[in-house]
């Protein structure tokens, strides 16, 4: 990829930059916790975007997209917005920089990546925030701290691409660290790094392909079971609140916000757990949590689908340590701990049986825990 990069930019603008890259995440635990002020615990992987770029001297910004072979050439002026989606990520990134004050004159930029786009594995924070660590270091000596380049991010899809999303993916692309994960606490941005290096394990990612459009908005409404169970109990988010406390207010609730609830409370010491247990090393505790997350987003919270319980099922079958839904659910990926022997036959197992049921073999991505955004010599 490097080489091809260097190549095409050589050719296109004749002369040489500099490399940036960052990369896409996974999340190995801690879901449906963010708006609940819970914790999360993401990693950037070993899937990047990766740029070279050069500062051109004008006011514009010219680039190519490798994967995509187009070419975009924008100003830096709000009413400069780029037709091409790929391109907004990138003139975003440049607008939410300078309109913190932040510099960005005209630069030329070439890009490719590796992050498969709309798998759940964050493509589009690993663009903007390979752009955002990228002119922070061209044109702003790295000044802006790496919260805000995350937050630049955050805003390029609130602003630019219409996408309304927390802040792990781009906390998790700009702060990743090699053979670390990183527990974030969605509540008060604090954030500590677990040493996470697979010795005798993998971590593979099983995309089932299917996506489910849901006609009555389910993530709204399970916010809002979230926010009335919350409300009942006298407490600011779900964070606060212990099983106990629900316990005693289950009458005046629905059955059903009461088995979100039960769900988010779980999730949250479940992260805590895993975090613990990776100290020790013990990974039987960790897959148990991933076992038990699954089951509770299914039967609780009720945002699997049968094609990703059917993943799950085969997982434990296989004898595989965790596996469970990575996402928001309906869909996307499962994410599995899996130990060195078992992988091939896991693999060719779940490809099967998947085919065999659904027409269609699910793709795996395997994935190492890597650096998130940096400078590529
Ligand atoms: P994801 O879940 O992977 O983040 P999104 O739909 O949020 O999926 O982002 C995917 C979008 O990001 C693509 O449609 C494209 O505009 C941009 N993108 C991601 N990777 C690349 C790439 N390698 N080259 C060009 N654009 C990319
Ligand atoms: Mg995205």
Request: hydrophobic share 35%; with cysteine; aromatic share 10%.
């Amino acid at each position: 990829m490097k080489e091809n990069i260097r190549k095409v930019f050589a050719d296109r603008f004749g002369t040489a930059g500099t490399l940036y890259a960052s990369a896409g995440r996974i999340n190995l635990i801690g879901e449906h916790t963010d708006y609940n002020g819970g914790f999360v615990f993401p990693g950037a992987i070993d899937k990047v975007i990766m740029a070279e770029m050069k500062a051109n001297g004008t006011d514009k910004v010219r680039v190519f997209s490798i994967d995509i072979n187009e070419y975009a050439e924008f100003g830096l002026n709000e009413e400069d917005a780029p037709k091409q989606q790929w391109a907004r990520y990138i003139f975003g990134v440049c607008r939410e920089i300078i309109k913190r004050g932040g510099v960005v004159n005209g630069f030329d930029a070439v890009f490719a990546g590796n992050v498969p786009l709309g798998a759940g594995l964050s493509s589009s924070a690993a663009l903007e925030s390979c752009f955002a660590f990228a002119l922070n270091d061209m044109f702003n000596d790295n000044k802006i701290d790496k919260f805000e380049l995350a937050k630049i991010g955050q805003s390029t899809e609130h602003n630019y691409c219409g996408v309304n999303c927390g802040i792990m993916d781009q906390f998790a692309s700009v702060f990743g660290k090699k053979d670390h994960l990183m527990r974030l606490d969605c509540r008060s941005l604090e954030y500590e790094y677990f040493p996470f290096k697979l010795d005798g394990y993998k971590l593979v990612l099983v995309d089932s392909k299917v996506k489910h459009e849901l006609v009555d908005s389910p993530y709204n409404k399970r916010r809002a079971s979230c926010e009335n169970v919350a409300r009942t109990l006298g407490v600011e988010t779900l964070r606060d609140a212990e099983m106990a406390d629900l316990e005693k207010i289950k009458d005046r609730i629905s059955e059903e916000d009461y088995n979100r609830a039960v769900y988010v409370i779980g999730e949250k010491q479940r992260v805590l757990d895993v975090c613990d247990a990776l100290q020790k090393g013990d990974y039987d505790t960790v897959g148990d949590r991933m076992y038990k997350t699954h089951e509770g987003m299914s039967k609780l919270y009720e945002v699997s689908c049968e094609e990703l319980d059917y993943l799950n099922d085969i997982a434990k079958e296989c004898g595989v340590t965790g596996s469970r839904i990575m996402g928001g659910g309906f869909g996307g990926c499962t994410i599995n701990l899996v130990k060195d022997d078992l992988y091939d036959s896991f693999i060719a197992t779940a490809k099967e049986k998947f085919n065999a049921r659904y027409g269609h073999e699910p793709v795996v991505y395997d994935v190492i825990v890597s650096d998130g955004a940096r400078r590529v010599e």
